[in-house]
């Protein structure tokens, strides 16, 4: 008797998980009809005032450093290239990029100077010729060998960044004629 009662019970137990209701399950489906509105479409407009995810005041080319698929060769909007902004492109730097690009950008890192591959140095002629936003998009989505640092650093730090690695770029090549007068007087003025 003990032996049916168990046979019944494992029986019913095991009849009742065959069900495909998680299989089965109520979804829209791309370019399908839906019963769930009575229009019948699938894709629905976003409600009013719904927030981007990437967040709200960011513009397309802020977050991908890209107009009309081209990489851009400015800041974008609101950014300017202030002393602040560089500044804190040089402490994002210095965390994020140093330990492999080194502190100049020469690619000559400490993880380099252990035996990982060299990164190319921002000195040569193909990296000083590429517009700004090709910094902006190889931190977010990574090249070669490195990886995206998109969920380790925010999205104006890369651009704080990519502005600091052209300066770098730009301090190689950087005669004093190039600097503005009242730095000049300074640069002439110290022993």
Known sequence: MIR????????????SSCRQDMYNQPKAKTYSQSEFFRDGTSARSL???TVEYHGAGESEVFS???TDGFLITQLPAPLTPTP??????????????????GLT??????IVQRGFPA????HSERLRNVPLGHFYDVITNGYGTMYSYA????????????????ALQLSQQATTSDLPPNEQRTLEATP
């Open 4 to 15: 049916a009662l168990l046979c019944v019970g494992l029986s019913s137990l095991l009849l």
């Open 47 to 49: 409600p009013a005032h």
């Open 64 to 66: 991908t450093g890209l």
């Open 84 to 101: 602040e902004l560089l500044q804190r492109g040089r402490e994002r730097y210095d965390i994020n990029c140093a330990v492999c690009h």
């Open 105 to 110: 950008g020469a690619g000559n890192g400490q």
């Open 119 to 122: 990164p190319p140095t921002y």
């Open 151 to 166: 969920s380790r650093v925010e999205p104006v730090d890369r651009w704080a960044i990519a502005a600091y690695v052209r």
